[in-house]
């Protein structure tokens, strides 16, 4: 049953379930509460990734096909690119609607970006494994798959693994990446690194070939 409480400090009248107190707080005097979330286990599925070294690209769509472009923290526009990255999205616009309504993040890589991975143009390759996958890397997709093939323009970041947790295989992969070279630009021997994607904690985490201990933290 509802009840009339009223705040011993304020004064304030609300309207709340059970018994009134002394020790009730108002909407008004009480601050925001903050539930601390809930700790996911550790011992759960991971992607592992290539960590391809680009410029952070975003493609955003609004509801009514309005297409836009961003970099890690900024829009783009004519004015303010970010290595051609606005132009490309303008030019492949009626492609990228494929990606559909809301935020697409990737990474914009290629000739004149960061390594260049001995690459003759540049290329946006989409973070979202669980949703998108490249035909040109997994032709033979099974009909149970629930990804979506990308836009034809767009690349998938490379998908080195995925499983359960383990930091055995984390080194692993990441020594093999080493050895082996890139899987996003095959040939190219100096790949940057890895991407972890933890699905229970919704993070991210990466790590490096080199200076990996002494890298920034984001």
Same mark, same amino acid.
């Given at each position: 049953?509802?009840? #009339?409480?009223?705040?011993?400090? !304020?004064?304030?009248?609300?309207?709340?379930e059970?018994?009134?107190?002394?020790?009730?707080?108002?909407?008004?005097?009480?601050?925001?509460?903050?539930?601390?979330?809930?700790?996911?286990?550790?011992?759960?599925?991971?992607?592992?990734? $290539?960590?391809?070294?680009?410029?952070?690209?975003?493609?955003?769509?609004?509801?009514?096909?309005?297409?836009?472009? =961003?970099?890690?923290?900024?829009?783009?526009?004519?004015h303010?690119?970010?290595?051609?990255f606005?132009?490309?999205?303008?030019?492949?616009?009626?492609?990228?609607?494929?990606?559909?309504?809301?935020?697409?993040?990737?990474?914009w890589?290629?000739k004149? #970006?960061?390594?260049?991975?001995?690459l003759? $143009?540049?290329?946006f390759?989409l973070?979202?494994? =669980?949703?998108?996958v490249?035909?040109?890397?997994?032709?033979?997709?099974?009909?149970?798959?629930?990804?979506?093939?990308?836009?034809?323009? !767009?690349?998938?970041?490379?998908? /080195?693994?995925e499983?359960?947790?383990? $930091?055995?295989?984390?080194?692993?992969? %990441?020594?093999? %990446?080493?050895?082996?070279?890139?899987k996003?630009? /095959?040939?190219?021997?100096?790949?940057?690194?890895?991407? #972890?994607?933890?699905?229970?904690?919704?993070?991210?985490?990466?790590?490096? #070939?080199?200076?990996?201990?002494? =890298?920034?933290?984001?």
């Amino acid at each position: 049953m509802k009840l #009339i409480h009223v705040c011993f400090k !304020c004064k304030t009248e609300w309207e709340a379930e059970g018994v009134p107190t002394d020790k009730d707080l108002c909407p008004t005097c009480s601050p925001e509460f903050k539930e601390f979330k809930k700790i996911p286990r550790l011992s759960r599925d991971i992607i592992i990734t $290539e960590k391809i070294d680009g410029s952070n690209g975003l493609i955003y769509i609004d509801e009514n096909n309005n297409v836009f472009a =961003g970099s890690r923290n900024r829009w783009l526009n004519d004015h303010s690119d970010n290595f051609g990255f606005w132009h490309w999205v303008m030019d492949n616009k009626e492609e990228l609607l494929k990606l559909g309504p809301g935020y697409h993040y990737g990474e914009w890589w290629g000739k004149g #970006i960061q390594r260049g991975y001995n690459l003759q $143009e540049k290329r946006f390759s989409l973070f979202n494994t =669980g949703k998108w996958v490249d035909r040109r890397l997994m032709p033979d997709l099974k009909e149970t798959d629930k990804r979506e093939p990308c836009p034809m323009c !767009c690349y998938v970041v490379p998908i /080195l693994y995925e499983g359960m947790f383990s $930091e055995e295989m984390i080194g692993n992969t %990441l020594m093999t %990446l080493k050895e082996y070279g890139s899987k996003a630009s /095959l040939y190219f021997t100096k790949p940057e690194g890895i991407v #972890i994607y933890h699905k229970a904690g919704n993070l991210y985490f990466k790590k490096t #070939i080199e200076n990996d201990e002494k =890298g920034k933290d984001a």
